[in-house]
């Protein structure tokens, strides 16, 4: 019965074309449930239900040409975003970018990690591939929260090396410390300075850009109130690799400099490749910071985001 044609074709019809659910398909036809499941599936095994679905490009291609002409990116990933759902959305960023990203990872020798939401979304969505032999991912900054959460740079480089079979170096410490003899003591232990190390042969890098609003540091209550309205009087517009610049890209000497516990912007500048990941309305000034001083050859972004970044 579960296999006759004009069968599987009138249970089809009632539930894709008059909207009966597959219980009241199973009363009708006097069957269980999962047979009426397993008719559906048949029929669309067979050719006699065939869904279609409009063409649908989840990138933007005149965003992301825009955006390498007027930069002078290597390349861009513009995802049509979803309104109104913050997290949704981050989602949707990592989930359309992954293919794409994961091929940039082939080949390479040692990536760098920052942490991220938005880039936590992409380091998710990749797949499992096979890395170079000997991969290595390597931490470019400390930990922001005190219990470090899933976008943080330890547990997305952990995830990353996970996908890449390659070996993780994490950097065991806060991203901003107490003061600056607290940061040169950490960074004169041997397990932090081989790390450090490892910084100069780095290809590829993947960090997380963060405006003065709205970043790991703030959600985390890292930066006191008094320190953040110092960032905005010295007209600071982004924070990436814990660092904070100007609308020129250049860090802005603060008290914090000499706390951060984290790769500096020189070190991101002489990296091949850095990738910036973000998403949202809102970083559109942060990101065409961090695109004007160099700081990133590539990027991943929403649609909302891009055409902040290029507004400016």
């Avoid at 042969?201 to 003065?212: E, H, K, R, T």
């Avoid at 007209?235 to 802005?252: K, N, P, T």
């Amino acid at each position: 019965m579960a296999e006759n044609p004009e069968l599987l074709t009138a249970a089809a019809r009632l539930y894709y074309l008059e909207g009966l659910g597959q219980t009241e398909i199973a009363s009708l036809y006097a069957v269980s449930r999962s047979t009426v499941s397993r008719m559906l599936t048949s029929a669309r095994d067979r050719g006699i239900v065939r869904i279609s679905v409009d063409d649908y490009d989840p990138r933007d291609r005149e965003l992301e040409a825009q955006l390498v002409e007027r930069f002078g990116l290597r390349r861009a990933i513009v995802v049509r975003g979803l309104e109104g759902d913050v997290e949704a959305n981050r989602r949707a960023v990592g989930y359309f970018a992954a293919p794409e990203a994961a091929t940039w990872l082939r080949g390479a020798r040692r990536v760098g990690m920052t942490g991220g939401r938005t880039l936590g979304a992409l380091v998710r969505a990749l797949p499992p591939s096979t890395a170079t032999p000997g991969a290595q991912v390597v931490q470019l900054m400390g930990t922001v929260a005190a219990s470090p959460g899933p976008n943080e740079g330890s547990e997305l480089g952990r995830t990353l090396a996970g996908r890449l079979s390659a070996t993780f170096h994490a950097v065991n410490t806060p991203a901003l410390v107490e003061d600056a003899a607290t940061r040169d003591t950490f960074l004169s232990h041997e397990q932090i300075r081989a790390v450090w190390r490892m910084f100069e042969g780095i290809s590829l890098a993947f960090v997380g850009v963060g405006s003065i609003e709205d970043s790991m540091f703030v959600e985390h209550n890292v930066l006191s109130p008094d320190l953040r309205a110092q960032l905005r009087e010295r007209g600071a517009m982004a924070e990436v690799c814990g660092r904070y610049i100007d609308r020129a890209g250049y860090e802005i000497d603060l008290p914090t400099c000499d706390r951060v516990i984290s790769a500096e912007l020189t070190t991101l500048r002489r990296i091949d490749e850095v990738v910036a990941v973000t998403s949202g309305v809102g970083r559109g000034d942060a990101v065409r910071a961090v695109l004007n001083g160099k700081l990133a050859s590539s990027l991943v972004t929403d649609a909302a985001c891009a055409r902040a970044v290029l507004a400016g």
